[in-house]
């Protein structure tokens, strides 16, 4: 499945990461599924062609590919998700908000590869929903 990460527009197509190269935000024709207007999220360069990330209004995703000439290849499937950052980078404040400092210190060590005593982990994984109904951040860990 091709994946964009909205947080940073990377592309994750065909095993490749592909960095957003325009986030420019244009109607770019109308989506296949409720024929509401596709408005563009990322511009991608993909070998001699163009690669466009879009979604309509209704939040269908679609891939489109064009060649050099932005001729018209395909169209292609396209997940969308928020993305995930890291722990560290996510504000104090509202993990704290959810989470006791030894499970945030739990977190932050699985993530960056230490070994942790379980229990705090799984308490924090415990609270993940919360977390995401709180602030809308999905945490991976
Ligand atoms: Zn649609």
């Not at 070998?47 to 995703?61: D, I, M, Q, V, Y």
């Not at 400092?101 to 960056?112: D, R």
């Amino acid at each position: 499945m091709n994946r964009l990460n909205l947080l940073d527009l990377n592309l994750f197509f065909d095993g490749k990461k592909l960095k957003a190269i325009s986030r420019d935000k244009r109607a770019v024709g109308f989506c296949a599924k409720c024929s509401q207007e596709l408005e563009s999220l990322g511009y991608f360069r993909l070998g001699s062609g163009w690669l466009l990330a879009a979604r309509c209004s209704h939040g269908h995703p679609v891939l489109i590919s064009y060649a050099d000439d932005w001729r018209w290849l395909e169209d292609a499937d396209l997940e969308i998700g928020a993305g995930q950052q890291s722990i560290s980078e996510m504000s104090r404040e509202q993990l704290e908000v959810v989470f006791s400092p030894g499970e945030i210190k739990a977190m932050e060590a699985t993530e960056s590869g230490e070994e942790v005593p379980r229990n705090n982990l799984c308490r924090a994984r415990a609270k993940y929903d919360k977390f995401e109904r709180l602030f809308g951040i999905r945490i991976r860990i």
